[in-house]
């Protein structure tokens, strides 16, 4: 299944649109049905109005009426793979306090870690 899940984020992040900063982010989110569903990050010329893979990824999730995440595959050009940002910890805590997360580039480096180990202490309003 992971081979499958980074195989999505690679094809999502060639629809990356990175004109800024050159680096191009797929994801693919798991959902407990076994759907996949692919983000990338979208940049603006107006830095802050940039939006990264994972967060795209689960905001689409969302938007289509799915909450539940298995896991999620990120896909940079990073060696070692790169890891999700603050703000998308926080978002995917939001919804999967513990999701296992895999971290690929085009080399084929793997990284399997969790979301709480990447974000222990997750915020919670209540
Ligand atoms: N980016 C992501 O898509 N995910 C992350 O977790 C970190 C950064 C994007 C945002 C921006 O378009 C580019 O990578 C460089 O920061």
Same mark, same amino acid.
């Given at each position: 299944?992971?081979?499958?899940?980074?195989?999505?984020?690679?094809?999502?992040?060639?629809? &990356?649109? &990175?004109? %800024?900063?050159? %680096?191009?982010? /797929?994801? *693919?989110?798991?959902?407990?049905? #076994?759907?996949?569903?692919? #983000?990338?990050?979208?940049?603006?010329?107006?830095?802050? /109005? +940039?939006?990264? $893979?994972?967060?795209? $990824?689960?905001?689409?999730?969302?938007?289509? #009426?799915?909450?539940?995440?298995?896991?999620? *595959?990120?896909? +940079?050009?990073?060696? !070692?793979?790169?890891? !999700? =940002? #603050?703000? =998308?910890?926080?978002?995917? &805590?939001?919804? @999967?306090?513990?999701? !296992?997360?895999?971290?690929?580039? !085009?080399?084929?480096?793997?990284?399997? +870690?969790?979301? @709480? +180990?990447?974000?222990?202490?997750?915020?919670?309003?209540?």
């Amino acid at each position: 299944m992971n081979k499958n899940l980074i195989e999505q984020a690679k094809q999502a992040r060639e629809n &990356a649109y &990175a004109p %800024y900063s050159n %680096y191009a982010v /797929g994801a *693919a989110l798991l959902l407990d049905n #076994g759907e996949i569903i692919q #983000g990338a990050n979208v940049e603006n010329a107006s830095f802050g /109005g +940039t939006v990264c $893979a994972e967060r795209s $990824a689960v905001f689409t999730a969302i938007s289509k #009426g799915f909450r539940k995440f298995k896991a999620i *595959a990120v896909v +940079t050009e990073s060696s !070692p793979p790169a890891s !999700p =940002c #603050g703000f =998308c910890r926080q978002v995917l &805590a939001e919804f @999967a306090p513990d999701l !296992p997360i895999v971290l690929s580039n !085009p080399q084929g480096e793997i990284t399997e +870690t969790n979301l @709480a +180990t990447l974000l222990p202490m997750q915020f919670r309003l209540k």
